[in-house]
């Protein structure tokens, strides 16, 4: 629920009135302007704020007179409480109607290039080909949907909203890398890398001119059997989905050809070998280049497990993007390599007259099976695939016509095709896996305490081993078996040195693989809960991530305010952080008892005595909760109220209540079918001060008869103070008490802190 958000609109047309093409059709630039609690939101959002501002100031400089389509900017201001600004604007603005796209601006990220997060049309993909420096893949926007729809990170954009209530199509495009400062006070002007505003805006300015002069904005239509990719930033491919799967099929059909004269050779050749012979063997080698890529993952995953369960070192590859390489790299081809020689030291198993150019052959008929099966299923991002298919494929045949025909080696393969390949396919994979990994390592900060995030580090990088160069394996295979072996057992020692490294340094603020420093820092939400009920106040303080050296931060704030820290488990304490509801799920949160402390440090005799309440002195105001219009039917054995909530001085505030409800007034989404517990979150803007739900509830079955009239819905009210610590160093004192003030002394440079100063109370209505 939300009340009095604030929109600011600016609107370019043409002149001439309602009537033109140009008033009718309009696309939308978005971006906020709100943040965070605590952060400054350079990156997010004032980069999008930054390059609207300037796009309409060169815009306004230009003539309109022949353009086709008019452009609406939506500077919106609460995006952060879960994108109701946005959902206001196209639920009911009266321009909402003139809108045909949207282009969104986001950032969760302060470096490098901005990427195409999200595209849900052939025409605005289209669109995007014209951009200057355009970066993006189908995978990026798959991989994006999979994240959000899974609830591993709890994040979105307002593209969703545009999409879901207002049926748009459109772009979302958002800076990404060193995410390691989104949502926390470093979110600076001085941490923003020069040229990336400029990079977002030249590509927005671009989409602008072309959408507003060629744009045929009426024929827009939702789509996702779209291929799209990049080749460095230099060319933006597209193409529909049909033209995928018969361009993908074809490559299969002659790819197949190809082994299938591979095979004929195979037979035809000394030594003389049977058809099925012949085959089972490259059965075999093609078997065994999907094991290795197993064994690579197997292996980084087994290194992951010694490092978190056995040594208590999770995360040490934390603090820079890269360091996931270099912790887990030499195990995911130590596996890779690894299962090459278990292969080949089976006695028993059919091998080939020549097992390097087996294997190399093999390497591309598994990819050539994987394009096959991966396009028939459906999937855009089938294209990695596809290209790896051609790579391969191609080095091969120009191998066995041209490379070894005409070289005096007696090798099956030429270093050329071994120099060709890997450089193709390295250069290739290099973008797409540095964008993966500068997406995903920092958003591990900030998955929750419940994420296997060691495990999800390890699976990339024995993906990407396995990726950048399939065809060491057939090289592995042309080396002598000893030669591998060493080649193994090395990597496996240097692996071992390195989880020693990891071992000693990465539990000391400093270490090379200490996993936080100030640019890198950890994450945590320090909350100071004043209960208005129970007269109790608490100091409670979480982390977002699974990573170490939270209990030394526990441990210090214990003997700050000497008293037990207490665990609470958010299975059973679920109402403890509704003021940052839902994200409170991903939490791990203890809470500190701050009666003791205030008492101890007041300048107040009537706070410092132990049988005093302590939220007698609680500056308020204190808000109320009541209940109007209240009623009970006996026929239906319902309970209908309206809940009217007065307050000064709080922004956010939740209603949490366990009932069977059976209408309310939230007017777009119904409640469930079945008790269940509600958390309503409302959002106020500038001048709001109250809130109000109408309900109606089903009397639970065993309160029904004579205690049906008596019985009363119990409400849990929390709201947010709206004092703003982390900005200003405000916060609201019980007895003269700086609570905050005293954490934030306590608390390491490497923790970046949510401040929140809250009051909760719980009324029978």
Request: charged share 15%.
């Amino acid at each position: 629920m939300y009340t009095n958000v604030t929109n600011v609109i600016v609107r370019l047309t043409c002149p001439g009135g309602a009537d033109n093409s140009c008033s009718r059709n309009s696309i939308l630039l978005n971006s906020h302007f709100d943040t965070t609690l605590a952060s400054p939101g350079a990156a997010d959002d004032a980069a999008g704020i930054a390059v609207m501002l300037e796009a309409i100031r060169v815009l306004s400089l230009e003539g309109w007179e022949e353009r086709r389509n008019g452009v609406v900017f939506l500077f919106n201001g609460a995006e952060e409480t879960l994108q109701d600004a946005t959902h206001a604007f196209i639920t009911n603005h009266e321009l909402k109607d003139s809108i045909r796209a949207v282009i969104n601006l986001e950032a969760c990220g302060t470096t490098g290039r901005e990427i195409l997060f999200q595209a849900n049309s052939r025409e605005m993909i289209e669109a995007y080909k014209r951009v200057p420096y355009p970066h993006g893949t189908v995978m990026v926007r798959d991989l994006a949907n999979d994240v959000f729809r899974t609830g591993l990170v709890l994040s979105d954009t307002d593209f969703r909203q545009f999409v879901h209530y207002g049926n748009l199509t459109g772009l979302d495009m958002a800076l990404y890398k060193n995410s390691y400062l989104y949502h926390t006070h470093l979110d600076q002007p001085g941490n923003m890398e020069p040229g990336a505003l400029q990079h977002m805006g030249e590509n927005t300015l671009a989409l602008i001119e072309y959408l507003t002069n060629e744009g045929d904005l009426e024929r827009l239509e939702v789509a996702s059997d779209v291929v799209y990719w990049e080749v460095f930033g230099l060319k933006f491919i597209v193409y529909s989905w049909s033209t995928a799967y018969n361009l993908q099929q074809a490559t299969v059909v002659l790819s197949l050809l190809f082994f299938t004269y591979i095979i004929r050779k195979s037979i035809l050749t000394t030594p003389y070998r049977s058809l099925s012979t012949t085959l089972t063997a490259y059965g075999i080698s093609t078997i065994s280049v999907l094991l290795s890529f197993f064994s690579a993952i197997l292996v980084s995953n087994l290194t992951a497990f010694v490092l978190v369960q056995v040594l208590d070192r999770p995360m040490v590859w934390y603090s820079r993007e890269w360091y996931g390489l270099l912790v887990y790299g030499p195990a995911a081809l130590a596996g890779l390599l690894g299962m090459q020689l278990l292969m080949a030291s089976i006695p028993f198993l059919p091998r080939h007259p020549d097992p390097e150019h087996g294997t190399f052959v093999s390497v591309a008929l598994l990819f050539t099976i994987l394009t096959a099966l991966v396009t028939e299923v459906g999937l855009a991002s089938s294209f990695v695939l596809w290209i790896y298919t051609v790579v391969l494929t191609s080095v091969a045949v120009l191998n066995e016509f041209v490379l070894v025909p005409t070289t005096s080696s007696k090798r099956g393969v030429s270093s050329w095709a071994y120099t060709v390949s890997m450089t193709t396919l390295g250069l290739l994979y290099t973008d797409m896996g540095l964008a993966l990994i500068d997406l995903f390592v920092p958003l591990t900060g900030r998955m929750g305490v419940d994420a296997p995030v060691d495990h999800i580090v390890a699976v990339i990088v024995g993906m990407m081993v396995f990726m950048a160069a399939p065809n060491l394996l057939a090289f592995a295979n042309g080396i002598e078996r000893k030669a591998l072996a060493k080649c193994v057992v090395g990597l496996l020692v240097m692996q071992a040195v390195i989880v020693v490294v990891a071992a000693v340094t990465g539990g000391t603020d400093g270490g090379v693989l200490f996993p936080f420093d100030n640019m890198h820092p950890k994450r945590a939400f320090v909350q100071h809960l004043k209960n208005l009920t129970s007269g109790e106040a608490h100091l409670y303080i979480a982390q977002a991530d699974h990573g170490p050296f939270f209990d030394q931060v526990i441990h210090k704030l214990e003997d700050a305010f000497g008293v037990l820290a207490e665990h609470r488990a958010l299975t059973h304490f679920v109402s403890d952080w509704d003021s940052i509801y839902p994200f409170s799920h991903y939490l791990g949160s203890y809470r500190l008892d701050m009666g003791p402390f205030i008492r101890a440090h007041t300048r107040e005799t009537t706070v410092a005595g132990p049988g005093s309440s302590i939220i007698s002195h609680y500056p308020g105001p204190i808000p109320t909760v009541s209940a109007y219009n209240a009623r009970y039917d006996p026929v239906t054995h319902t309970r209908t109220l309206s809940i009217l909530c007065s307050y000064d001085s709080y922004t956010w505030t939740v209603l949490a209540f366990d009932a069977h409800v059976l209408s309310w007034s939230i007017g777009d989404s119904l409640p469930l079918d079945h008790e269940t517990r509600y958390v309503v979150r409302h959002v106020g803007g500038y001048g709001s001060n109250g809130m109000r739900l109408d309900l109606t509830v089903q009397v639970p079955e065993e309160l029904r008869g004579a205690k049906a009239e008596a019985w009363r819905l119990k409400i849990e009210f929390t709201a947010l103070e709206s004092e703003s610590f982390g900005a200003k160093g405000e916060e609201r004192e019980v007895g003269g008490v700086r609570v905050l003030r005293r954490v934030e002394e306590v608390l390491p440079k490497w923790v970046s802190t949510t401040w929140l100063g809250s009051v909760v109370g719980v009324w029978d209505l």
